[in-house]
Every structure is written in C-alpha cells, then in structure tokens.
C-alpha cells in the first residue's frame, strides 16, 4: 500500500505537537492562561463559562484533550471553592463550569489536523482507500475551517449553558487571579513555551501549504520537514536554559513525556468495545446502513441524510467509545459512501467530528468521565439535559458546516 509524502508529514506533526502539550503542561501554562483572561474585579458566572469553555478548547486544539482537562481542573475545583451561595446552587455552578471545561476539551480537538486521533484516522482511510479529496486535506486546510468551526461550538455550547443554568450571580476576579499566581513557576519557561507552539503552528502550516503547492518537489519538503522535526527535538531535550535564577534545565524531560498521562481512558475503550461487538451481533450497524441507504434510494434530502447521520454517531457514542464508533460507523457506511460520491468525504468527515461531540453522559468520552468523577457536587440530571440540547444542536450546527463550508475550502487545496 502506497502513502503519499503529505500523509506521512502528519506523523511528524502529531509527533510535535504531542511533545509540545507536554511542554506546556511542564511549564504550568494553562493556569498561567487561565490567571491571564481573568480581570481584576468580579465576574459573572456567565462571562466564567464563556472563558473556560474558549480557554480549554484552545489548549485542546494542541493538546490531547484529556490532558487539557487535566491541566485545567485544578483551576475548576479552586473556583469551586471560591463559589459561596446555598447548596442548590454550589450544585449547579459546579455542575456548569465541570462541562464548560469538559465541552471545551471535546470541541478543540476539532479545530486542528493534529487535535485528536480520530482525525488521524479519518485521514488513514481517507488515503487507504483513495478518496478524491484526500489530498485536500493538509494542515493548513483542515486549520482553515476547524477553527472557525470549533470556535461557533463553543459559542453554541456557552449558549446551551446559559440557558439551562440561567447563571445570575458573580464571582471576585482578583481573589481567583491572587490563587491563580505561582512565583515559582518559571515565566521564562512559559515565555520560551509560547514562542515553541506559536512557532509550531505557522511552520506546520507552511510546511503542509508547501507540500501541497510544490508536490513535484514533495521529497524536498518532506526533507526539509524531517530537519524541522529533529530541531524540535533537540531544542527540548537537549540544551539547557536557564529557567530558574541560578539553574539550568533542559526545557522537556524524558520523564514529562509519560508523567502524568491518564489511563483511565483505555477502561472507557474496552466498554466501547464490549458494546459494539454486542451492537454488531444484534443486527443495529447493518440496520443503521439499511435505514441510510432506503433514504437514498427514496430521494430524500441528503442534507438531512448528513445530519441523521451527525445524530445517530453523536447520541451512540454517548454509550461507545469515540474511535470505535468512528471505525465502526466507516464500516458500516463505506457502501453508503460509495453509493453517493457526492457527499462521500463529507459523511466520513460528519462521523469524526460529531464521534468527539458527545457531551451528555459520564461515559461518553474519557473527558466526561474524569470530570465527572473528578469535581465533587455534580448533578447528574444537569449534565444529561444540558448535553442532549448540546449534542442535537452540534450535530446540526457541524452537518451544515460540512456540508456547505468545508468544500469551498477544499476546493482551494485540490
């Protein structure tokens, strides 16, 4: 099986960007993110979930999303403590800033090629099995219209929110930036931090554009692509700086790379699989696809086709691991696909993105359980109906822009 030079690029990216999460998560910079976007003075609950619902989305775009939940929960259980007013309440606060941050953990990984492994995956079968679009679907594409559309779901998720919660009250800003502020943490490091990951982005984007603009010279840019990859590698494993007065340290030790990382989700991985192969045996996949292509065959809208599917991917992976139902979802559609070409890539594309949207149950994702089980006081009725109105919202909202955005944008890299 031939891979073309573009989608092996992405090994490199992913590789980078994973190493850079890790460095961010060293360097404490999503507290110091955080102690940033508050204000000195008091701010209202709603303006607070707007702030981590964005604020985790964006680290989540480059860093796995459950790291960035992670990194971010202890900011969460401080506010928690912060929060005073009757039990009622505390239990309704707790419950809307656990998902501000859960949700925003799940949407980011949308916004870049490289922000979850599904998107990996999607772009293997892709490439696999020789989709005409594939070779649209580069870093820099994927960075065009991922981050407007991660940015639109969390907007629409700070909306659902407000309107389930109905926040009223306020919290004091400074009290939480007093709590916030680490002096020993190192700025320099931060500063170095920031500079790598904005750094990672432009270039990774401009590596993708040139491997798409000069693929006669594609071997080139993979070359050149590999020397970025090495100079990475060695700014954070081996020179020393000096990011404490008085001591030097390399900025990334070979113990961070695995310090710290959850494995809790592979539990939630074997569930899924566990309900999947009962879901197969019982018939639900072929009658799925049976469903989706009688609605073909009988002219139906495929518009609505795109957003049942959206639907019916969202709402079982509240029950099945996200990457299986994704892989079994390809499965079970692939002659659907290829039964409308038309709108092929764009079911294949529906199915990653809303298998990372599930935002109702404590099992739907590896986010949801640890924060689920992470912030004590949550109510669980809240979660359940705020994260049906959130999933039947999302799946429409990404059905369309799929459906009518994405195209223009791979139409400028075909």
């Known amino acids: 099986m031939h891979i073309s030079l573009d989608k092996i690029q992405l090994i490199h990216f992913f590789l980078i960007s994973f190493l850079v999460s890790r460095l961010m998560i060293r360097h404490k910079l999503p507290e110091r993110l955080l102690y940033w976007l508050f204000e000195e003075k008091h701010i209202s609950i709603s303006r607070l979930a707007l702030i981590i619902i964005l604020s985790t989305s964006l680290l989540s775009a480059v860093i796995a999303n459950v790291i960035s939940l992670l990194a971010v929960l202890p900011v969460i259980l401080l506010l928690q403590e912060e929060y005073t007013g009757s039990d009622k309440n505390k239990r309704k606060f707790s419950t809307m800033i656990m998902l501000a941050a859960i949700w925003g953990a799940n949407i980011g990984g949308m916004g870049m090629l490289t922000g979850t492994t599904t998107n990996g995956v999607l772009i293997g079968m892709l490439e696999t099995f020789h989709f005409q679009e594939s ?6 594409s994927w960075l065009i219209w991922g981050l407007p559309l991660s940015l639109l779901l969390c907007v629409l998720g700070w909306l659902v929110l407000r309107m389930v919660f109905q926040p009223e009250s306020k919290l004091s800003g400074s009290s939480i930036r007093a709590r916030l502020q680490q002096p020993e943490n190192s700025t320099r490091g931060q500063r170095i931090t920031i500079l790598l990951a904005l750094f990672f982005i432009f270039s990774s984007a401009l590596l993708s554009l ?3 603009l000069l693929k006669q010279h594609g071997s080139l840019v993979y070359a050149v692509t590999v020397v970025w990859t090495l100079l990475y590698l060695w700014i954070l494993f081996v020179p020393k700086f000096n990011l404490t007065e008085g001591t030097k340290s390399r900025l990334l030790r070979y113990q961070d790379v ?6 809790r989700g592979i539990l939630w991985m074997l569930i899924g699989v566990a309900v999947t192969v009962v879901l197969y045996f019982l018939g639900i996949p072929k009658a799925i696809a049976t469903a989706a292509m009688n609605w073909v065959q009988a002219d139906h809208s495929l518009l609505m086709l795109l957003i ?4 019916v991917t969202t709402f079982a992976t509240e029950i099945v691991s996200n990457s299986v139902i994704q ?3 390809f499965v079970t559609l692939f002659p659907l696909s290829r039964a409308c070409p038309q709108i092929s890539t764009e079911i294949m594309l529906i199915i990653t993105l809303t298998s990372t949207c599930a ?9 949801n359980g640890l924060g689920f089980g992470t912030v004590k006081n949550i109510s669980l009725g809240y979660m359940l109906v705020a994260g049906f109105v959130m999933n039947l919202a999302s799946a429409v909202l990404i059905s369309l822009w799929v459906h009518y955005v994405v195209p ?3 139409a400028w890299f075909a």
């Open 359 to 367: 935002f109702m149950t404590p099992i739907a994702t590896p986010s």
């Open 308 to 311: 049942i599917i959206a639907l």
């Open 327 to 329: 892989i079994a979802m």
């Open 210 to 212: 040139a491997m798409s």
């Open 258 to 263: 695995i310090h710290g990382i959850p494995a």
């Open 408 to 410: 223009i944008v791979l």
């Open 135 to 140: 070779a649209s679907f580069t870093f820099l």
